[in-house]
């Protein structure tokens, strides 16, 4: 606290602990700014001034370096200190240590960002893993994987190379006979570089033709800085600066690598770029495997339907390659989200949002060719139809797609729960704001218009509004909002049971002669002083007892049934009222008759807590 010129009349120890001036010190000087280091003089200096020209508190935020020699961030704010006849006698500053919250910041955008690489990466194997399941072409799959790679990575080409042999695959290391050239068959290239498609001898590929054979990750940031000389002018001579290729082996010992390059500038391959790339040859491996049994059933089939367990046999394999993709695809999946995101509830919740319509797409898909497989084979062996008997085809295609609804319901319950949860913890977040009270009814009743609205055997539930001509109210909005929505919310399920008997008309209706067994919300605003507002809800439900109603206000109480409400709504609208705004929120009910919620706040947020301060 200091006087009119600014000097110190209190200090408190904390602060005094903290920067290593005893208070004696603090006392003493004319002007406390003398002793911080110039700038942070200069900063508090300006403060001080910005304050005494303002009647408002003025808030700001400055660096300081405590005894411990580590720099602070503090928030501050500054309010003139006024005597009883009004008279402004000095000001009072008040610091909050926010340095853990900011660095917590640091790090949470830090997260988001790996997230956001994390997202990438996974929508490329997603694309890809789509791509195998919707063709069995393999140029068709390269083609995809070379574009996808060099449009993530964001450089300058991608390629697939696949090695010929020279009629024998044993390697032969004194002559170097071991192939006879590599060719690279797919590639995504900027406009202004040639292409690279053909076959290169082994001369030209040099020694890192051996390590391609051996499944060697190769990884070079720079050319310049390789030994082989020779490797060396060849990649310059195709303009390349930067390489890393990723080899892989199919089941039938064919050898290919995925390559990618920078012609540009140096480019730093970056570890995670890397397992990106080991997830992606993982998925062409796959992929390669399944076209070739693919066409292998097919010229099974077209040989003689005398073997048809063969071509079975076939089809088993290319089901075991199918269940192995989706297998690797999940894990991978899961590894980038737990390394990333180790600590998050909701992303894997957003995760199973975005791929369970992919997982009932591809259900239909697989239940499609089930019913295709038993019309061109409407007698299969008896060792299929006993398998079918055992395991209940008809009620399995019938139960699936309801197990699969299941799931969609339970990530949704989970994520509502989570969003409870978190707005129950964290109700400090948003910034008071002058607001229109009847903007956010209206988005409310605009956000549950579809849950208000006439439906099969259910009433339109009427809406009566009695609005006041309220001045802007200074709030948190999105709580306040909150508030409405949770209320409101509550209403409409509280008019359930009106809601089921039978009713044609629709709409909203403002009449106050609307009958009393119609499902009715009625929702009026009123100023009630010059310094609070009130907001009624009320619905002519079934009501409550007593008892039920003193605990309305109880965390995790509900009287919906299980897995229809989290318990949170109404807490959290007592704490986001009465705790953050200084309100009151009271409820009064008549079993059989309907409940009313009763919502009074201040109209000017900032002036009553100053007057507090």
């Known amino acids: 606290m200091t006087d009119v010129n600014g000097k110190v009349q209190f200090v408190n120890n904390t602060l005094c602990e903290n920067l290593g001036i005893p208070e004696s010190r603090f006392l003493e000087v004319e002007q406390y700014h003398q002793l911080f280091p110039e700038k942070e003089a200069a900063n508090l200096h300006k403060s001080d001034a910005n304050c005494w020209e303002n009647n408002l508190p003025c808030h700001s935020e400055e660096t300081f370096t405590f005894i411990d020699t580590k720099q602070h961030n503090l928030k501050l704010i500054k309010v003139k200190i006024k005597d009883d006849d009004n008279e402004v006698i000095g000001l009072i500053s008040l610091g909050l240590d926010i340095t853990e919250s900011k660095q ?49 990575l964001k450089i300058d080409r991608c390629h697939f190379i696949w090695h010929r042999f020279a009629g024998s695959t044993n390697l032969d290391e004194t002559n170097n006979n071991y192939l006879d050239s590599w060719e690279v068959v797919n590639e995504s290239k900027g406009e202004n570089f040639p292409s690279l498609l053909g076959k290169y001898t082994i001369e030209q590929v040099g020694s890192w033709a051996l390590r391609f054979l051996q499944l060697e990750i190769i990884r070079i940031d720079d050319i310049s800085l390789v030994d082989d000389r020779k490797m060396q002018h060849f990649m310059v001579a195709l303009g390349i600066i930067s390489f890393v290729s990723i080899p892989i082996q199919t089941q039938s010992g064919k050898i290919g690598v995925l390559v990618c390059t920078h012609h540009t500038s140096v480019r730093t391959w970056d570890d995670s770029e890397v397992k990106l790339l080991k997830g992606v040859t993982d998925q062409l491996a796959i992929a390669i495997d399944q076209a070739e049994l693919y066409n292998q059933s097919r010229e099974v089939a077209f ?23 989706i297998q690797t695809e999940k894990m991978s999946s899961l590894g980038q989200m737990v390394a990333g995101i180790a600590h998050e509830i909701n992303n894997p919740i957003n995760f199973i949002f975005g791929n369970i319509i992919h997982v009932s797409q591809y259900t239909e898909d697989l239940l499609s060719l089930i019913h295709l497989y038993q019309q061109n084979y409407p007698d299969p062996p008896t060792v299929i139809q006993e398998e079918i008997e055992a395991i209940e085809l008809d009620f399995l295609i019938e139960d699936l797609p309801k197990i699969l609804n299941s799931i969609k319901v339970g990530a949704n319950r989970i994520a509502e729960i989570v969003l409870s949860l978190r707005n129950f913890s964290r109700l400090d977040e948003s910034e008071v704001k002058s607001v229109d009270i009847h903007e956010g009814i209206e988005s409310t009743l ?148 309907g409940t009313k919620f009763i919502i009074e706040i201040p109209i000017r947020q900032i002036i009553k807590q100053i007057t507090e301060l």
């Open 104 to 152: 917590a910041e640091q790090k949470l955008q830090e997260s988001e960002a790996k997230f956001r690489q994390i997202a990438c990466h996974e929508e490329l194997l997603n694309h890809l893993a789509n791509q195998i399941r919707n063709s069995l072409d393999l140029d068709t799959i390269l083609n995809t994987t070379v574009h996808q790679v060099r449009t993530i």
């Open 446 to 593: 605009l956000i549950l218009q579809n849950k208000l609205k006439h439906k099969l055997q259910e009433k339109a539930i009427q809406i009566i509004k009695d609005y006041d001509d309220l001045p802007k109210v200074e709030c948190y909005v999105s709580q306040i909002n909150q508030v409405f929505m949770n209320i409101i919310s509550n209403a409409i399920d509280a008019l359930a049971e009106k809601r089921s008997q039978k009713f044609n008309s629709t709409g909203i209706n403002q009449n106050s002669d609307i009958p009393e067994n119609l499902p009715t919300i009625t929702i009026s605003t009123k100023v009630i002083s010059s310094q609070e507002v009130r907001i009624i809800i009320a619905d002519n439900g079934m009501g409550m007892t007593e008892t039920v109603r003193n605990k309305i206000f109880d965390p995790f109480f509900t009287t919906k049934p299980i897995g229809s409400g989290t318990g949170l709504g109404l807490s959290i609208s007592y704490q986001i009222i009465v705790e953050k705004h200084q309100g009151r929120l009271d409820c009064t009910s008549i079993a059989g008759q």
């Open 303 to 325: 040989q003689a339907r005398a073997q048809a367990q063969e071509l079975s046999d076939a089809l088993k394999k290319l089901q075991q390659a199918q269940a192995q993709l």
